[in-house]
């Protein structure tokens, strides 16, 4: 049977809307495709720049941080530089002046390597590390000069000076902007982009004019616990402080116990032998009565003769209510209690409410500077909270004490005629050959700056010097 036109039509025009909605369909199918493609490519870009920036905060947090270390070694040494000079300006012997001049090259050298390390391009940089590298130079050449038995020229000193000027007026400009680096004021971004020019203008300035002044003179060259004054201590294998026997473990826990106090323990407990540092003993853990649960002590008892090496008892202390001299007596009582006599305060540091103070063995008003005690004393009722004897025990015992062959007067002499002499004796310090010398100490001071000068009885030579820093905490040597 034939279909009829009626019958054709409406199949024609079911397949033409079929087709439509098929092709709707295969376009919506499409659309979502690329929707979901799109949404991926957006998700993959903000993906990809977040772990982009997350790397370069990274990069810039890893830079700032090898910036700061370098940097703040710069600064150390600068300011070692400008120590060794002052020092170099005291000294009157050439040996001890060729070994002082030889750190200032070495000093300068390092802190030349060290701000090379940061990418400043500003003129501060390129002056610092001029006068640097002039500072080491004229250094060395003078240290050559000492080493060859000449002495040092009106204008070898004239020219000493002025560098020692410079370099206190760059360590100062530098501690300022290490200050102002590690509170955020500037940060090395700003520094590296040139974006402040505060420092490059205060180095520019300070150098300008006193450059000039010597210019002409350097194309002729070619080339815890604060430990004080003579605290690294002799470490010989006869430990000549640690007398008698050895004892055991438990003897061991009596003498700390006996040391603290019995009465302020509630428990104690062995941590263990420690064979490994340069006196084998006993450790011990003790918490205390009435203190607070992360404040408890350790304390460290030698396996031979049962000598305290150190305690250590850090609790928080209230407003201060001792004043130094009281602690340095608190602490002098202390040690003879404790079968120490004849100790001498030396120096001193406070640090929240507690002071660490040196004492030096005394033997016929000779001060023993390697027989060193540290001592911490609580600035709020006088309470010992902590004591350090491995120098005394590495060095103590009773000297022969020769006749010093260089009168008291003959030594004077010999100092730096600018030294206003404030007090002087005897004394024996450690010299860096692990063996010590009698000297004739001199302490005094040269403008602002206090010195200790040491002078060998045998030999009238120069022996040290060290350089006193006085600050609101104590008083420091370098």
């Known amino acids: 049977m034939k279909k009829s036109k009626k019958y054709i039509k409406i199949q024609r025009k079911n397949k033409f809307i079929g087709g439509i909605i098929l092709e709707n369909m295969k376009n919506n199918t499409k659309m979502k495709i690329m929707i979901a493609i799109i949404v991926i490519l957006v998700i993959a870009v903000i993906g990809l720049i977040i772990y982009m920036n997350s790397n370069k905060k990274e990069y810039k947090q890893v830079s700032s941080n090898i910036y700061n270390m370098s940097f703040y070694e710069a600064v ?53 590390s001029r006068f640097l590298n002039q500072v080491s130079d004229y250094s060395y050449s003078l240290a050559t000069k000492n080493i060859s038995g000449e002495e040092l020229t009106d ?13 206190v007026q760059l360590k100062d400009t530098l501690m300022q902007l290490t200050e102002e680096i590690s509170t955020g004021v500037i940060s090395w971004e700003e520094l590296t982009n040139n974006q402040n020019v505060d420092y490059a203008q205060q180095v520019s300035n ?38 008698g026997e050895d004892i055991d473990e438990e003897t061991a826990k009596n003498i700390a116990q006996e040391f603290i106090g019995a009465d302020k323990i509630e428990e104690i407990t062995s941590n263990g032998f420690s064979e490994n540092g340069t006196i ?3 450790t011990f ?3 205390m009565k009435d203190g607070d649960k992360n404040n408890n002590a350790s304390i460290a008892v030698s396996k031979k003769g049962g000598h305290v090496v150190y305690m250590n008892y850090n609790r928080d202390t209230e407003n201060e209510e001792i004043t130094q001299e009281q602690a340095d007596e608190i602490g002098k009582n202390f040690l003879k209690e404790k079968g120490f006599e004849n100790m001498k305060e030396t ?13 030096a063995y005394q033997q016929d008003d000779v001060v023993i500077y390697p027989d060193l005690i540290k001592l911490k004393v609580a600035l709020d009722n006088g309470e010992i909270l902590g004591i350090e004897t491995t120098g005394y025990l590495n060095s103590h015992f009773e000297r022969t004490l020769q006749q ?23 004394a024996i310090i ?26 060998d009885v045998e030999t009238g030579n120069e022996q040290d010097i060290l350089m006193i820093v006085n600050t609101p905490n104590g008083t420091l040597t370098m």
């Open 404 to 426: 010093p062959k260089i009168s008291i007067d003959e030594a004077r002499d010999t100092i730096n005629k600018d030294l206003e002499i404030g007090s002087e004796g005897l």
């Open 155 to 167: 204008e070898d000193l004239s020219n000493l000076k002025q560098l020692h000027d410079y370099s």
């Open 280 to 282: 084998q003993c006993y």
């Open 430 to 455: 450690p010299t860096e050959y692990k063996t010590e010398v009698l000297c004739w100490e001199f302490k005094g001071k040269v403008e602002d700056r206090e010195f200790l000068v040491y002078i």
């Open 206 to 243: 300070m150098s300008q004019d006193g450059f000039a002044n010597i210019e002409d003179n350097f194309h002729e060259y070619a080339g815890l616990i604060y430990d004080g004054a003579f605290s690294e201590h002799i470490t010989t294998m006869e430990k000549k402080g640690l007398t």
């Open 76 to 128: 150390d040494y600068v300011d070692n530089v400008e120590t060794y000079l002052a020092k170099s300006l005291i000294s009157t012997s050439p040996e001890y002046g060729a070994k002082t001049l030889m750190y200032v090259w070495r000093e300068a050298n390092l802190a030349q390597a060290y701000l090379a390390q940061i990418p400043l391009s500003n003129e501060g940089l390129s002056n610092t």
């Open 347 to 359: 120096y001193y540091l406070k640090n929240n409410g507690v002071v660490t103070i040196n004492y």
């Open 285 to 287: 853990y003790v918490k």
